[in-house]
Every structure is written in C-alpha cells, then in structure tokens.
C-alpha cells in the first residue's frame, strides 16, 4: 500500500489571480510566496524563479511554458491547470498534488519528489527523466511517450495510467505494479523488470526483453 501525505494549506489562503505581482513581491522584500490561492490566472511563460512555493493552491490557472526550475514547492495544490511545457526541472517537490491538470510536455527532469501524486492529468510526452521519488501515486493520467528514465523509485504506486511507450530505461521496476495499467510497448532493456508485477498478457507483451519466444 502505497502512502503519500497530502498538501497541508492554511485554513486561510490569500486569493490572488496574479501570481507574476505574487512572486515580483516576494522577489523584492526576500520571502516565499506563501498562503496563495491563485484562481484563473492566465499568464502563460511565468518566469517564477527565486521563491519557494510554499502552501498555495492553484485552481484553473493557464501557465503553459512557465519557468519554475530549481524551486523548493511544499504544500502545493494544483488544479485543472494548464501546466504544458511548464519548466520544473531540478525542483524539490514535497506534499505536491496535480489532479485534472493537462501537463502535455511537462519537465520534471533531475527533481526530487517527496509524497507527490498526479491524478486525472493528462502527461503525455513529459520529461520524468533521473527524477528520485518517494511515497508517490500516479493514478488515472495519461504518461504515454513520456520519459522515466533513470528514476528512482521508492514506494512508488501507478494505478490505471496510460504508459505506452513511455520509457523506463535504466530505472530499476521493483516493487512498481503495472497490472492496471496499460504498458503496451514501453522502452527498457530488460533488467529493469526484475521485481515488477505485471500480469500475464503484459509478461507475454514484456518477454521480447527477456530473449522469450511465445508460442
């Protein structure tokens, strides 16, 4: 059973729908941005470098192509946001929920998660590459092309994702369960399965790997 912590906001939160003055602010007098409920902001290509993140809820803001590398994100609450080609490459996320987001092309390369869960999103071709992950859930959302990688995986759950052709190349299965997931022609060299629990049409799709002939 995998267990994830979910996001701790404040009972109060700041409603703002500029998260650009939000972080110019917190740039300016050296603080976080903090205690923000951010609703139906629209502004695509943020550059938000420079501040944590820190118990914020984001409800149906557009910040497609967004820069939010090397940031520290902790309590945070995405929903139905338009994350697509958003930067979150090198960030550390802990206590981190993404539902009904759509992440197409989303970045998260060489991050850290710490109890991060993405539900109902639509990932598709994402960047998961060399990202170490602890105590996360991927549950219903759409990761198919996207790229895994080098990852490391502890305590890691996927459950009803789309994978296919998502690659896993050099990022060791075990204890990861596959079985409600669609895995159909994923990238890895075979190793990596050891330890994985797939079901029995899926180890047949999954045994050119293995050298196997089905008959």
């Not at 205690?35 to 914020?56: E, M, P, S, W």
């Amino acid at each position: 059973m995998i267990k994830t912590e979910e996001p701790k906001l404040s009972e109060q939160l700041t409603e703002s729908g500029n998260l650009k003055e939000a972080v110019w602010q917190a740039q300016e007098e050296e603080r976080d941005v903090k205690g923000y409920h951010f609703r139906n902001a629209v502004q695509n290509g943020t550059a938000a470098c420079g501040a944590d993140i820190l118990k914020c809820f984001f409800e149906n803001c557009r910040l497609a192509e967004s820069g939010f590398g090397n940031q520290y994100f902790a309590d945070v609450v995405f929903s139905g946001c338009d994350l697509s080609n958003a930067d979150f490459s090198r960030c550390l996320l802990r206590r981190v929920r993404f539902e009904n987001c759509k992440m197409l092309g989303v970045n998260f390369s060489e991050s850290s998660f710490e109890s991060v869960t993405i539900e109902k999103c639509i990932c598709t071709y994402g960047n998961l590459s060399s990202v170490k992950m602890k105590g996360c859930l991927f549950a219903e959302s759409d990761f198919s092309n996207a790229s895994f990688q080098l990852c490391a995986f502890k305590s890691v759950g996927f459950q009803r994702c789309d994978l296919t052709r998502s690659e896993f190349l050099h990022a060791p299965l075990k204890g990861i369960d596959f079985t409600t997931c669609e895995i159909a022609g994923i990238l890895l060299s075979g190793p990596e399965l050891q330890g994985a629990a797939v079901t029995a049409v899926q180890a047949c799709d999954l045994s050119r790997y293995l050298g196997l002939i089905v008959r």
